[in-house]
């Protein structure tokens, strides 16, 4: 009896699984797909534990990813406030940097104008080199010139003693050489003072005579005052001697009588006593 019952449950069994083959389900575990593999591959990568036989999840996986979410969201605060402290590092970095850079500008702008300086003041050296220059070289022959001077004035003397002679020498009565040889010795002074005057004018020299001019005390050297109430007071009566310019530059002032002008009271005591007199 009891080996019919075994017999009748391998054959109920047997028909079972005979059904369950035809229609293609099978009692055993078939092998993982890889599909699910892969899942399985990328759920491990994840932190998530891989599903069971049964499709169903792990109930200790459900920890791990609430640890995994737990460690990543303490991650991401801490990279935050990281990423706070790097921004202000960076601001006071840049802050830094905008300093040193307005002290370099500063330090740019001072030679700058060390250099706009240092360029003005050789201009004005090499200017003020150029001005001696042409200086040293206009008035090289001063000295020469003003030793001339004194020839001038013999000669310009001894024509004017000529000329004087000349004209009181009684024709008739004087013999007949001294005559020409008057007029010769005037036309050579006459002469040697015309080529002394073109040789000043070459070389820049003139003569100027301050007869009725104002006096200036640059170019005039009062030697005596004359009472005149004819002319204004400090008018260059007479000229003693002429003066003479190298250029723009006196070399010799003239010397001069400047006007004076009369005191009243004193022509008053001058005809009184003239009236007595008489």
């Not at 605060?77 to 307005?102: C, F, R, W």
């Not at 005559?179 to 010769?184: I, Q």
């Not at 005052?225 to 190298?246: C, E, F, I, R």
Request: aromatic content about 6%; charged content about 30%; some cysteine.
């Amino acid at each position: 009896m009891l080996v019919t019952n075994d017999v009748f449950l391998l054959h109920h069994s047997s028909l079972n699984f005979s059904a369950f083959q035809k229609y293609g389900i099978s009692s055993t575990a078939s092998p993982p797909e890889p599909p699910k593999r892969e899942h399985e591959n990328s759920a491990q990568s994840n932190g998530e534990e891989p599903a069971g036989p049964s499709g169903g999840t792990n109930p200790g996986g459900a920890e791990v990813t609430d640890q995994a979410k737990e460690s990543d969201s303490s991650s991401d605060s801490d990279s935050e406030s990281d990423g706070d402290l790097s921004m202000a590092d960076m601001i006071k970095l840049v802050e830094e940097k905008d300093g040193l850079l307005e002290e370099k500008q500063k330090e740019i702008e001072q030679m700058k104008d060390k250099v706009v300086r240092t360029l003005a003041e050789m201009e004005n050296v090499m200017a003020r080199t150029r001005c001696e220059a042409d200086n040293s070289k206009k008035f090289a022959v001063q000295n020469f010139a003003k030793d001339l001077l004194d020839v001038a004035d013999n000669l310009e003397r001894a024509s004017a003693h000529v000329k004087g002679s000349f004209s009181k020498i009684d024709e008739s009565n004087d013999t007949a050489g001294a005559v020409p040889l008057l007029k010769t010795l005037l036309e050579g002074v006459e002469m040697t003072e015309k080529q002394l005057g073109e040789v000043f004018r070459k070389y820049g020299i003139k003569k100027f005579d301050p007869t009725n001019e104002p006096f200036d005390p640059n170019m005039h050297n009062a030697v005596f005052q004359v009472p005149d109430n004819s002319k204004p007071p400090g008018t260059v009566a007479h000229v003693l001697k002429a003066g003479y310019m190298l250029y723009d530059r006196v070399i010799r002032p003239a010397e001069v009588s400047v006007t004076q002008a009369l005191d009243p009271d004193a022509d008053k005591n001058n005809t009184s006593n003239k009236d007595s007199d008489a």
